[in-house]
C-alpha cells in the first residue's frame, strides 16, 4: 500500500554539477542525504569531465533547463531543505536566486564551489558577485574553506591580511545568517571549524587532521548540514554533528582512483566486525 505524506522522510532539494566518480558534486550529495535519513531530489547545473585528480571540464546546463527541473519537482514535492554546490554560469545562479525566493522559510545550505581540491577554477569573477548579489542575502549557512571565504569577503588584493573572523563578518554583511568556516586549508596541525553568526562566533570545533587528501570533503559537510536541517536540529545542533559524520566519512574514506581520497559517507553500514586492522589508512 503506497505510504501517505506522514510516512515520507525529510525531503532535500540539491542544486549541483554531476561527478563522475561520486567523490564530490550531485553524486556526493545524494549519498550523503540519504545516508542522513533523508530523500534527496536534484537538480543538475552541470556535467562534469574529471577523475579523482581534478577537474577536466565543465559543461553548464542551460538555465532554463535548470528551472524546469527545479519547478517540476517543486510543485509536486514538499522540500524540507536547499542544499547548492556548483553552479556553472551567472545565469544559473540567477535562476537558482529567482526559484529560492519562492520558499524564503525553507533553510538554504550554500557549499561555495570556488575550485577543485587540485586547484581548477571553478567559478569566475562575475560567477562570485552574483553568488554575492544574489545568493548570499537569501543563505542560511554558507560552508567555506577559508580559501573561499577570503575570496568571497575581499575585494582587493591588498586585504589578504584580514582575518577569517573578519571575512566571515564581511560575508554576514552581506545578508548571510551563518558561515562555517572550515580550516583544511589552514597550515595547523588540527582542522578548526568555526561557526560565525550575527554576533561574531558561535562555536568552534577542532578535529584530528587526517592523512591524505580527500574529494568531497565539503560537499559531505554542507550536504549533511542541510539534511540534519531536514531533521529539525538547530543549526548549532546540526552544525555539530555534520562535522562527526563527515569527519568519519573521511576517516574510513578510500582511494579507489589515482587521486585523492573518497569519502565513505556509508561507513556506518560496513561489517567491521571480523576483527580485521582498519588499513586503508
Not at 549541483?16 to 564530490?24: C, E, I, K, L, N
Not at 562566533?201 to 542541510?226: E, K
Not at 568519519?248 to 556509508?266: T, V
Amino acid at each position: 500500500m503506497p505510504s501517505n505524506l506522514t510516512d515520507t522522510p525529510p525531503i532535500v532539494l540539491t542544486f549541483a554539477a554531476t561527478d563522475p566518480t561520486s567523490g564530490a558534486g550531485l553524486q556526493a550529495d545524494i549519498l550523503t542525504i540519504a545516508s542522513m535519513g533523508c530523500h534527496p531530489l536534484s537538480v543538475v547545473t552541470a556535467v562534469t569531465v574529471q577523475d579523482s585528480s581534478g577537474v577536466d571540464d565543465v559543461m553548464p546546463i542551460d538555465d532554463e533547463w535548470v528551472s524546469d527541473q527545479a519547478r517540476a519537482i517543486l510543485e509536486d514535492m514538499p522540500v524540507a531543505a536547499f542544499k547548492i554546490g556548483l553552479l556553472g554560469s551567472v545565469e544559473n545562479i540567477a535562476v537558482i536566486a529567482e526559484i529560492i525566493s519562492d520558499y524564503p522559510d525553507i533553510p538554504l545550505v550554500l557549499d561555495p564551489v570556488l575550485a577543485s581540491g587540485r586547484g581548477d577554477e571553478l567559478a569566475n569573477e562575475d560567477m562570485i558577485d552574483a553568488m554575492r548579489e544574489l545568493l548570499l542575502p537569501q543563505t542560511t549557512i554558507l560552508t567555506p574553506n577559508s580559501l573561499e571565504a577570503r575570496r568571497l569577503a575581499l575585494e582587493e588584493d591588498n586585504d589578504e591580511d584580514v582575518s577569517l573572523a573578519e571575512c566571515a563578518k564581511r560575508i554576514i554583511q552581506l545578508g548571510c545568517e551563518y558561515v562555517l568556516v572550515t580550516g583544511t586549508h589552514e597550515n595547523m596541525p588540527k582542522v578548526i571549524n568555526t561557526l560565525y553568526g550575527e554576533r561574531g562566533r558561535v562555536r568552534s570545533d577542532n578535529w584530528a587532521r587526517l592523512p591524505g587528501t580527500y574529494h568531497g570533503s565539503g560537499c559531505t559537510l554542507a550536504s549533511a548540514i542541510a539534511a540534519l536541517l531536514a531533521n529539525g536540529l538547530s543549526m548549532e545542533e546540526a552544525v555539530k554533528e555534520a562535522q562527526e559524520y563527515t569527519w568519519q566519512a573521511l576517516h574510513y574514506g578510500f582511494r579507489a582512483g589515482m587521486g585523492q581520497y573518497i569519502p565513505d559517507r556509508l561507513f556506518w553500514a560496513r561489517d567491521d566486525e571480523d576483527g580485521q586492522e582498519d588499513t586503508r589508512h
